[in-house]
């Protein structure tokens, strides 16, 4: 059965505390506190989850819970009871010992009546349910008699506990337990211990997160959706591009659009770490598993998701569009816009590792993003740009994306008749074979000399290590972000 979030319906409320009992058992931990196990369910399934609590108990757990009104049936499965009154202790002990300590102290429980609300009454000050053992009945105290007694009752309470045997049992005890421990005034720093190993924590973490991946319709099958409709968009729009001057600038286009499209795409990213920053906090602090583990399986899960929707649009828009019809270019495309994914994906995480409102995280990104944009090399010039500002670009990711995909597109592509390019090449006043006539750019790399790109294979590749550099290095800042972001409050 699905647990079910806000929006599905699931499991009920008593497979829901089952299941938080079952998570809290994963790490299989000696102590195990509970804050009201039973608070919103039926009685029925309360006494069931009491029940396996106390199967639990039997095979050498030490269970510890907060419990507000139990009835008989779960009551009598307590071994030890503790009773509190504005935080006082008033009896703490053997749970079937209680009855006749309080009727020892002069609180004696009426036949049939449940100990639970028995204590509660007592505690509260309220008689009605009490039979006195000095001699009086309720109906016999005055108001003044009464109220007096409810306003020194829990003085009266907290007084007997402390000369009581069971009080001096519980200071001997802990003298015990506290013997041979070193005592220091520093405060000890929080050691989180793991009973699993790394490569386990990774299996059941990652698997979580692709089952999550794929039952969650808003991050697969809707970005996938959204990715093929804009592949569909940009290859109609740019259909067949021509090997003339205007097939120049609708490549140029086409290009920068897929370099963009593959950046904004990526905020989707934002939610990895933010929409489960609490489930992540509660999760780690328990031990359940290592910053690490969570992160490469965040990282692994949306890698996977990057590269099928990168590998789908690369081939529709890559065919569509008409580019440079070889295999080897075909999968240069591929890999320069699945890196540029990934690099703008570890950028996206980078920023929104510390982050707690996502609406935040977005226009950090989007601000990010176009400054990226206006140094990407289609805008502006960028040799034309002054060395003040010109730095900017060396941390622009679309700039390396597109100066990838120039290279690889324009590399050996003419723009002008072959019998133009013949007779220029023969001309004494052409210079490398590079060819403008009347104004015409005719080849490939005399478009990318003017541009400031150098097109050769190193010009090429530098740009894909570039991103890697770049990717390796917000993955990084991501990842120390999510390791000292504050967990304990």
């Excluded at 907290?158 to 337990?177: F, G, M, P």
């Excluded at 990526?266 to 328990?286: D, M, P, Q």
């Excluded at 580019?323 to 690099?343: G, R």
């Excluded at 597109?409 to 008749?417: A, H, I, P, Q």
Aim: aromatic share 12%; with cysteine.
């Amino acid at each position: 059965s699905k647990v079910g979030t806000q929006m599905t319906r699931g499991i009920s409320g008593g497979e829901r505390k089952r299941t938080s009992i079952g998570m809290e058992l994963i790490i299989d931990p000696a102590v195990l506190f509970l804050d009201e196990p039973t608070t919103g369910l039926d009685a029925s399934t309360a006494n069931s989850v009491l029940l396996l609590l106390k199967r639990m108990a039997s095979h050498g757990r030490t269970i510890i819970m907060s419990i507000h009104q139990p009835r008989y049936s779960i009551y009598r499965l307590f071994d030890t009871l503790t009773l509190l009154v504005s935080g006082k202790m008033v009896y703490h002990g053997p749970a079937p010992n209680a009855l006749d300590y309080f009727a020892n102290i002069g609180y004696s429980c009426e036949p049939h009546n449940n100990p639970a609300d028995f204590f509660l009454d007592v505690i509260n000050g309220d008689f009605t349910a009490t039979t006195s053992t000095k001699g009086h009945s309720s109906d016999e105290l005055d108001f003044e008699m009464w109220s007096s007694a409810r306003r020194n009752i829990k003085e009266h309470l907290v007084e007997e506990y402390r000369s009581s045997s069971y009080c001096s049992d519980t200071r001997a005890e802990l003298k015990r337990i506290s013997q041979n421990k070193e005592c220091s005034s520093q405060t000890k720093s929080r050691t989180i211990t793991y009973n699993s190993s790394f490569a386990q924590q990774l299996r059941w973490v990652l698997q979580r997160t692709f089952k999550n991946l794929m039952l969650n319709p808003q991050t697969s099958v809707a970005q996938l959706t959204v990715n093929i409709f804009l592949a569909l968009i940009v290859g109609a729009i740019f259909f067949g591009v021509k090997d003339d001057q205007s097939g120049i600038q609708n490549r140029m286009g086409a290009l920068f659009f897929i370099t963009t499209n593959q950046c904004f795409s990526t905020v989707s990213a934002a939610e990895l770490f933010i929409s489960e920053r609490k489930l992540f906090v509660h999760e780690y602090i328990s031990g359940y598993y290592r910053v690490s583990v969570y992160f490469l399986s965040k990282i692994l899960s949306d890698i996977t998701m990057r590269t099928v929707t990168s590998l789908i649009f690369s081939l529709i828009v890559y065919f569509m569009i008409g580019l440079k019809s070889t295999v080897a270019a075909f999968l240069i495309f591929t890999l320069t816009v699945t890196l540029v994914a990934y690099t703008a994906t570890a950028m996206t995480m980078a920023i929104s590792a510390d982050q707690s409102v996502v609406a935040l995280a977005n226009i950090l990104m989007t601000i990010t993003f176009v400054f990226m944009m206006i140094f990407s090399g289609l805008l502006v010039n960028l040799p034309s740009i002054m060395d003040w500002l010109a730095w900017l670009k060396y941390f622009s990711i679309p700039r390396y994306g597109l100066a990838a995909l120039k290279i690889n597109e324009f590399v050996g592509l003419k723009f002008c008749d072959e019998s133009i390019i013949q007779f220029a090449n023969s001309s004494a006043g052409i210079i490398n074979c590079t060819v403008r006539t009347a104004g015409q750019t005719c080849t490939g790399e005399q478009y990318l000399d003017y541009l400031g790109i150098e097109s050769s294979s190193w010009g090429l590749w530098e740009n894909h290590v570039a991103l890697t550099v770049m990717m390796v290095i917000f993955l990084i800042i991501a990842y120390l972000k999510l390791r000292f972001i504050q967990k304990f409050s």
